[in-house]
């Protein structure tokens, strides 16, 4: 299915793309589209039957498209996780996964206005494959385990601010977490229609230039070892986000003058089966 909620910033209801690409409502079926809808296989059952027999009321399909995912617990980001972007910036390929958080109110809609912050030269775009969590999980023992606990898949945008994050000290969180560095959607696609998570195309567009053009299949750590990884350090609950890494093409890789993202820019991202997003920049 792709699950996806529509209307204004805050007041989004819960939604379906069906496979003929009609919007449906399930405002009359389940509250949102959250953590406590993904843990409860009886009620994605009862959408997918919905579904199945054409019950559900269409929508506007101009309707905005907020972020697929309410209430969001944790974004949990995984750092150069692909060999080309690795090699890109000169780093070494990690031995294992670099891990950062995002906070979840960074999270906008697909189509929704990037600010650059105050004072930013080094605005940066990342197309990145996110892993949403269907079930609690901790410790999981195998590949097989930690990808029974994943809910489905979406695009996401971890815009970073490359100064903020390298060259003032401390921690990577100080460029990753400004407002709107995290666009998410437009669908949450559960996990049954993605066949191979690792057979993915991820590709991102700056003012119409293909930037970004890569595959999940070029991931150092694969979705299901990263799960299972971060299941040693952290519990994973229905409804926290993984940002699995980005593959080559940033601006930080590109020879100098950088060209940083700046007002006024249109970044455009799609992950085959999971949708496109559209973003006009905007400074802060």
Known sequence: MKLLRVGPAGAERPALLDRDGVLRDLSGLVTDIDGTLLADAA????????????????????????PPLARIGKIVCIGLN??????????????????????????????????????????????????????????????????AAVAGYAVA??????????????????????ETFNPLGPWLVTADEVADPQR??????????????GSTADQIFSVA??????????TLYPGDVI??????????????????????????LAIDGLGAQRQHLKQA
């Open 43 to 66: 009620a994605l059952a009862s959408v997918a039957e919905a579904e199945a027999d054409g019950s559900l009321p269409s929508l506007d399909p101009d309707l905005r498209v907020g």
């Open 82 to 147: 692909y060999h080309d972007h690795a090699a890109e910036t000169g780093a070494q390929a990690p031995s294992e996964p670099v891990v950062f958080m995002k906070a979840p109110d960074t999270v906008v809609g697909p189509d929704d206005t990037v600010l650059v912050p105050r004072g930013s030269t080094k605005t940066d775009w990342e197309v990145e494959l996110a892993v949403v969590i269907g079930r609690e999980l901790r410790y999981a023992a195998s590949h097989e385990e930690a990808l």
């Open 157 to 178: 945008h971890d815009v970073s601010e490359r100064e903020f994050q390298i060259e003032r000290g401390g921690q990577w969180d100080k460029g990753k977490n400004c």
């Open 200 to 213: 993915l195309r991820l590709r991102l567009w700056v003012n119409g230039e293909l930037k970004q053009d």
């Open 225 to 234: 070892e990263v799960v299972r990884y971060l299941s040693h350090f952290m």
């Open 243 to 268: 940002n699995t890494g980005t593959p080559a093409g940033v601006a930080l890789g590109q020879p100098e003058p950088k060209p940083y993202l700046r007002g006024g820019d249109v970044v455009e």
